[in-house]
């Protein structure tokens, strides 16, 4: 059969095919951010912080994860969740200035946490782990706390998640785990945006893996439809122009 035979929704098919699987490969590399999600956002409150590691690389584990806490609103208690095969560290360091909370002066407060995976431990390839803290006071309403986060691959890789991420433009490719700060509950002010923002933290992946899915379903049926109208195309009479161009085709192979 000859190539002007060859129909226009089997190449349509095949286009939205292309576009499902780069769907799925975006959406695969938004869920691969490391995010934190905070238990609670209340100011003057404690919160439990878990941040998700997923392991990036093809052929390296990750061995070590550090977040480094915010030194303009300092954390004054930092506790650490046990990981099994994991030993946790909490490392204090003096402020840039001295920060009054809740009355009282410090000049010194924790400044980083750092999991380090013990002797053959290690979150690999097509692996995640989730590591938590208890944190507090938190600041004031309205305070986004960015905790940049340093992931270590037993290769000597480092992927670095410190960019902020601007409300209005994309998110930058390795965004910084972020959250931010509301009202006592009970109060007159209402923490919508805060919230929000939280929930959107925690769901995102959800809708990243269902946009992806939905884009492969998509360009599977397109595909197969394309097909279908192929065999279609294939079994219908061949007109004397088509048959006189397939018997010329066939006759300059031999």
């Known amino acids: 059969m000859s190539q002007s035979r060859i129909p226009l929704a089997l190449r349509a098919g095949a286009a939205l095919l292309a576009a499902a699987v780069i769907s799925v490969a975006g959406a695969a590399v ?16 404690y919160s439990r912080l878990t941040f998700r590691v997923p392991n990036e690389s093809d052929t390296a584990g990750t061995t070590s994860v550090e977040v480094t806490l915010p030194t303009a609103t300092p954390f004054t208690s930092v506790m650490t969740k046990p990981v099994p095969g994991w030993t946790a560290e909490v490392t204090e360091a003096d402020l840039p200035e001295t920060v009054e909370v809740d009355g009282s002066k410090i000049t010194k407060a924790p400044a ?13 390839p097509g692996e995640y782990q989730e590591f ?4 507090g006071p938190l600041p004031k309403m309205g305070t986004t706390i960015e905790l940049p986060t340093k992931q270590t691959y037993s290769d000597g890789q480092v992927s670095d998640w410190n960019e902020p991420t601007v409300e209005g433009q994309e998110e930058p490719e390795y965004p910084a785990p972020a959250f931010e700060t509301t009202s006592v509950a009970g109060t007159d002010a209402t923490p919508v945006a805060a919230a929000d923002t939280t929930a959107d933290a925690s769901t995102s992946d959800s809708a990243a893996r269902w946009l992806g899915a939905g884009g492969l379903a998509v360009g599977v049926i397109g595909l197969l439809l394309a097909a279908v109208a192929w065999r279609r195309v294939a079994t219908l009479p061949k007109t004397p122009a088509t048959a006189a161009a397939d018997s010329a085709s066939q006759g300059s192979t031999v």
Not at 112 to 124: E, F, L, M, Y
Not at 132 to 135: E, H, T
């Open 112 to 124: 980083t946490v750092t999991w380090t995976a013990d002797k053959g431990t290690q979150i690999n």
């Open 132 to 135: 938590s803290i208890s944190v």
């Open 30 to 45: 938004a869920e691969a951010h490391v995010r934190v999600t905070p238990d609670s956002t209340s100011e003057g409150g």
